[in-house]
């Protein structure tokens, strides 16, 4: 039996290692696969929101020539890369838990230079990120890409409440976690999306 598959995405400047995101890769499953997008190791520089979403496409591409059915969940700003992303037949079932949502404005971009790469903004956490990258992210408008979902969705919102008003009511639900990655219970959000996937008719 081919098995499906889930595809994590966490937010685009999670290091999936050190906030444990990777182990749940390690997770058994008689009906799915389990992996998760790193997409913190790949960053340069020079990356771009548009570079991202490129690679994942590409990503997701051969993905779908193992696996029929593919559900995925993003934490975080990885919402970003799905909404910006022209999602292929394969993927059946999108949830969104805690999703960042973006408007422009001047937050990243307004972070202090790295003091060992002047190409570098650094973060109070002391995650590195480039510039250009930087200045996309304050760029960006979630709101103008959730009415352009094609694909059926659940959106889990953090205690935070981040932005509940731009989603249709019927399409989200709160939940009594955090936004930080560092403290979101990840098992849980597996648990509750594999509850989703097991309803959803293909």
């Known amino acids: ?17 050190k906030s444990g995101f990777s182990d749940l890769s390690k997770t058994t499953d008689r009906d799915y696969d389990i992996k998760i997008y790193n997409v913190y190791r ?11 979403v490129i690679d994942l496409k590409k990503d997701l591409n051969k993905l779908a020539k193992k696996y ?7 934490h975080s700003s990885g ?9 292929n037949k394969n993927i059946k079932f999108l949830v969104f838990w805690s999703p ?17 790469n002047s190409n570098l903004l650094i973060t109070k956490d002391h995650v590195r990120i480039g510039k250009k990258l ?20 659940l959106v889990y919102l953090s205690k935070e409440d981040l932005g509940h008003k731009l989603w ?10 955090g936004h930080n990655y560092l403290k979101t ?10 509850v989703i996937f097991s309803n959803h008719k293909i």
């Open 42 to 52: 790949t960053l340069t520089q020079r990356s771009t929101i548009k570079g991202l």
């Open 134 to 153: 930087a200045k996309d992210l304050d760029g960006l408008n979630t709101k103008n890409l959730i009415k352009n979902i094609k694909k059926p969705y």
């Open 79 to 87: 919402s970003e890369l799905i909404l910006q992303n022209g999602l």
């Open 100 to 116: 960042a949502m973006f408007f422009p404005q001047q937050v990243v971009s307004s972070l202090k230079t790295d003091p060992k």
């Open 168 to 177: 249709p009511k019927s399409n989200y639900l709160k939940i009594p976690y």
């Open 1 to 17: 039996m081919v098995k499906k598959l889930i595809l994590i995405i966490p937010g685009i400047l999670t290091d999936i290692y």
């Open 68 to 74: 029929k059915d593919i559900f995925i969940i993003t």
């Open 185 to 194: 219970e990840k098992s849980v959000m597996l648990k509750k999306a594999k």
